[in-house]
């Protein structure tokens, strides 16, 4: 099997070479060794994402790279997508989005695939979706949950206000939160109504898979 | 407005000096701009992702210098990438910031706009793939599910054709059983009539009146007994579908005046009148069965004179439809209340009554009249009100439809078709003829049907049919005589001959050389006459030969012949009996059809292969209904002999085929036969 850190490191080589193919022929080796999807996209993915950033933070990057390495990472998030193992739906339905402003949407695309694999049925609205935008899809497809994705935290006023958009349009649905920004903002969180809020996908989707069961199958 | 502030709004280029902590010292018009000015904190500034690298840039740029760090400032709240280069100077640190062009952001913006929508497209795409498997799997599971569901109909399907199968059979044997009852009540009841009867006529001396009012009493016992045994008879024969249909055509007005004598003696009470309202002038014939015609309509007036105390029974008849006929037995009697009326027709079912429990019958009349008016191809309905009377209706077609098609047939035969070979069929049964038609229609043959030998023999003058298929049950007629008529003559001689049969019991023992067969009781006056009949084709006869296991049967012989001329011989079962036909030579034999040892066959052959006893006439008596026997025997004077049983096209074509082979019709005939017909 493939050593996951390995695996990663050669992934954020190729992502920093612009090398997409190269991208992808990682995350095919990764599951023909055997790692699980989640792993793919938790300990390679997700953390080249973050070593990306990080380098970005350490002037090591430019924002220009930084794009071009989203992009791969979307590509092989994409890739792995078909492979999701996929638990029996269990009916709940989530609209998912990214705050108004908030142009890291990777994050929410993990989010959206834990989700589907945990078998929550997922409408995924996807980079800066503005409340209203919100509001209406809740609407539309009668969702059961509104997930919102934070990534950066100066777009913590624009998550406020969705929150506050989706309460007022439709008080029955239950509200969480995921995202880099959420780190240690679960208190504040809960004190706005948000029921289970995490950084990390897996963390979060384990969360409301919890609060689901608890209220239920529909 | 001066060229420099132009200038100076042109520029996306700004320069500051702060100190190490990042306070702002000083700010030049473009950093002001955007909010970077003196006594500001640049962290403060700066979104809050962006503060560590913030940090480490200062830390940097005042150790050596910092080159092209990416920041985000905070502008109005909005996130602004800036790069900013750093270098320490005039006690602080002097930053040339500059804004990322706007437009590289709103490109990158809409490329991983674009990126973004394709990971959607793509996702949808992989979705719909997934709900396609999805609902095929859901299609392959409800196809599995039907696939079971309907080999559980295939099992479901052999279940019911099983309990169909018992149930038919079951019933089978239920009518077997009835008629096999029937008939062992038919030994004693015939010895129990024939036996009054003999004592009545007072061959055995005179009787007083009291025995005779008791011999009287008994007779109509037995006879009502007999009635009753008769109706389930019918009704048996009727269920099994073996009533033969005999249409003739027959004006109302005489099938009116025969009733109208029939009853005459048997309307018992003077208060009832019985009135035959004769049809008006013009009424047309009817074509169809009279027989049972008559008989449903005798079955209505017994049971309307039953149920009259006083009034009138009257019979008319009309046209309520121009091809149909309508008969109406109308009483003044009890009538029947509307919840009885559906189930009168039910087999053994009488409704309560005091005149019902007083008047006699078997409650199978009205069921056994229903049945004979579907197979007229009628209806037969009631009208009643309690107390006020009943109106019974027969509405029948007035001509059998199985007429209506017997002319077509005709007309159709009138009219010898060139291309096809004729086969002449001699067969009285209607449905029989037209099962014969529809088999070998479009095959190279045509029908010319005969329903009686006499027609046989007018179509024969006219036409040399390439074959003839013979019906050896034809009613009162010799097919066997015919047989040998065909077989004689030189024109006819090479016509092969098919004779189809259906067991029976009667055509059978004909068959085997029978001259004639009866139905118990006999009557002495037809028994006299048939002796003197063999007597006039055979000489005298003296030696009656009675072979009969059953004492009574001979005992009522033995006494029917004891002031005649002739003298009775008896024998008790096969092997006796011919052991006395060779010993004794008699003129005629009486032979029982089912005799402890064996059947009247065994009799028959025993006599067929001794010279001695070949020629003499047998006379079958039965009172029991027959089990098939071996077709063989008939096959000894036939070409062929098949059943009608198994009678199928393919059959009847082969057998047409092996006749037509046996009897030197080339086979190029046939090869335009089979052509035509496409085998």
Redesign the interface.
Known sequence: MVNSSQLRDAFIEAQLAGDRVRGLELMADGLASGMSVKDLHLEVIQQAQQEIGRMWVANEITVAREHAASAIAQLALAQLYPHLPRAESNGWRVVLACVEGEQHELAARIGNDFLEMAGFDVIYLGADTPADAVVEALAENHAHILALSITMSYHWPALERTIRTAQNAAPDVMLVVGGRAVEDKSDALTEMGVVCSAARADVMVERVSAEVAKRGRL | MSDAHTVQTLRREFVLRCDPEGTIEHADAVAERYGLTPQARLSDRV????H??LK??LARAQEKT?D???I?L?VE???M?VSVSGAAGDGGIWVVGNV?PQE?EVV??Q???S??????M??TA?RQ?RELLRRNEELSRLNRELDDSARGMIVLHHEVEEKSDSLRRMSEVKSRLVSNVSHEFRTPLNSILGLTRMLLSRVDGELNEEQEKQLQYIRRSAESLTELVNDVLDLSKLEAGKVALRTGTFPVKELFSALRGMFKPLVPDPGVELVFEDPPEGFPDLDTDENKVSQVLKNLISNALKFTERGQVVVRADLPEPDKARFRVSDTGIGIAPEDQARIFEEFSQVESPIQRRVKGTGLGLSLSKRLATILGGELTVESEIGRGSTFSLVLPRQHPEVREMERLDQEAAELDPSRSQVLVVEDDRQTLFLYERYLRGSGFQVIPARSLEGARRKLEKIKPAAVVLDIMLDGESSWGFLRELKSRPETRDVPVLVVTVTNREHKARALGADEFCVKPMDREWLIRRLENIGRYRGAVERVLVIDDDEVSRYLVRKMLADTQYQVIEAEDVHDGVRMAQLERPHVIFLDFVLPTGTAFDVLDALKIDPRTRGIPVIIQTSKSLSDEEVAALSKDSTSVISKQSLSREVAIARIREALLQAGLGPATLATTASAEGV
């Not at chain 2, 979104?47 to 962006?50: I, K």
């Not at chain 2, 990126?115 to 959607?120: G, K």
């Open positions: 979104a809050v992702d962006s560590t690298k480490d840039f910092a092209r760090w990416e985000t905070l709240d909005a996130p990438p990322l590289f990158m913006g490329v991983r706009q990126m973004a929508e394709l990971a959607d793509h996702r992989e793939q």
